[in-house]
């Protein structure tokens, strides 16, 4: 029995280089994350995963540089910092 | 399980990659969305912002890891009746149809179809994201957009302010459709979210689930595009859009805001409002009280 009906593209996913839009990065400071979820819940992207010690990371693959996750953050753990300078982790 | 279990271990089934704008309200929908629904899911997605923005994919490539359709405008609601007579036919109740629409192709163009589907009681859920205007061609005027609004079909002048009617209040009508379920949500209330969207699947498999979701948009609002979750958020707290679920005929408010905060607080980072003098500010506070004295009434007969 076929599985779908409806048809899935033969070349495979579509995928932008939204990386490239950044202008800002958001950079996290491990020390005063409380690890209450907000950035992962609110981003838009899901460039926010948690990982199996419920610690949370950044994802700068495809990240848009839009700032929710600075601007949610309850203790302002995370900064946004201009592309190009300060520490990439 | 948390929502936050649920959101960090399910799959995210859009591509990573999406043209959608900095701090798109619709894209975090949209990935919430499917990322609960999971792999075993269709969905119906008509023109758009999402729609436009890749997800419905370009030539031969897609923009999701499941099947997805592009209806027309007008007809989203209808065409996933369809694919769903299709599906309880091959006796598979256990897949997910799903509409996610925007509020011109759900209050305005798709309003028969969506209407007719939730008379039939089809087994479906339907998702608006309703950013308050036609934001993928240029922020026309929509029936939700709200009263005062400045938007590209409804420009300020020496005559005109804005949008000169209330917005049309669709998840109230939706309701009186006699739906399975119900709900208002707001991304930035991300739990009672979660807690929706898997009681609106949950009621997809025996009668029309209707999901009505505010998403703050950066570019057509033109504010900036870390502000939509506080948005949302504001939203919410000055009864703007207030979150309540109706399930089986039940009313209930989920979110309750015994002390609201005035319009004008939400109102205040947005170019759009940004001409509304203080007659016109008290009109719409004016409208969203008594949307919200009728709310009130209808939560408190039945509970």
């Given at each position: 029995m076929r599985k779908y009906i409806s048809p899935i593209g033969k070349e495979g996913l579509y995928v932008l280089?939204?990386?490239?839009?950044?202008?800002y990065r958001p950079v996290m400071d491990k020390e005063a994350?409380?690890?209450?979820?907000a950035c992962m819940s609110f981003c838009p992207v899901n460039s926010i995963y948690r990982d199996q010690e419920k610690k949370y990371y950044i994802s700068y693959d495809y990240c848009k540089g839009c700032g929710i996750c600075a601007n949610e953050c309850p203790k302002d753990a995370i900064t946004m910092m201009l592309e190009g300078e300060g520490e990439n982790e | 399980m948390s929502y936050l279990d649920v959101l960090s271990e399910s799959k995210d089934l859009v591509t990573p990659g999406m043209s959608a704008c900095q701090g798109c309200g619709g894209e975090l929908i949209l990935r919430k969305v499917l990322q609960i629904s999971g792999e075993n899911t269709i969905i119906g997605i008509p023109p758009g912002c999402m729609a436009g923005a890749g997800v419905v994919g370009w030539n031969f490539s897609n923009g999701l890891k499941i099947p997805v359709h592009i209806p027309l405008l007008d007809n989203t609601a209808s065409l996933l009746s369809g694919v769903t007579a299709m599906y309880q036919k091959m006796g598979r109740e256990d897949v997910n149809i799903i509409g996610l629409a925007g509020d011109g192709a759900t209050a305005d163009c798709g309003f028969q179809s969506l209407s007719a589907a939730a008379e039939r009681g089809e087994h479906m859920l339907y998702v608006c994201y309703d950013?308050?205007?036609?934001?993928?061609?240029?922020?026309q005027r929509s029936s939700t957009t709200f009263k005062g609004s400045q938007t590209s079909t409804t420009p300020v002048g020496k005559v005109k302010k804005g949008k000169k009617e209330n917005r049309k209040n669709i998840p109230m009508i939706m309701a009186m459709h006699g739906a399975a379920y119900v709900a208002t949500a707001s991304p930035g209330h991300m739990k009672d979210m979660v807690e929706k969207i898997e009681k609106g699947i949950a009621a997809s498999k025996h009668g029309f689930a209707y999901l009505h979701i505010i998403s703050p948009c950066p570019t057509g609002w033109?504010?900036?595009?870390?502000c939509g979750i506080d948005l949302a958020k504001k939203a919410v707290k000055s009864n703007y859009f207030p979150l309540f679920e109706v399930e089986e005929g039940v009313w209930r408010r989920t979110v309750p805001n015994p002390k609201p905060i005035p319009v004008t607080d939400f109102i205040a980072g947005l170019r759009k409002f940004k001409h509304l003098g203080e007659d016109e500010l008290a009109e719409i506070q004016e409208y969203v009280d008594k949307n919200n004295e009728l709310l009130e009434k209808l939560t408190r007969e039945v509970s």
């Open positions: 280089d939204t990386a490239s839009w950044r202008t994350c409380i690890e209450c979820g | 950013n308050e205007g036609y934001m993928n061609t240029g922020f033109v504010s900036k595009p870390e």
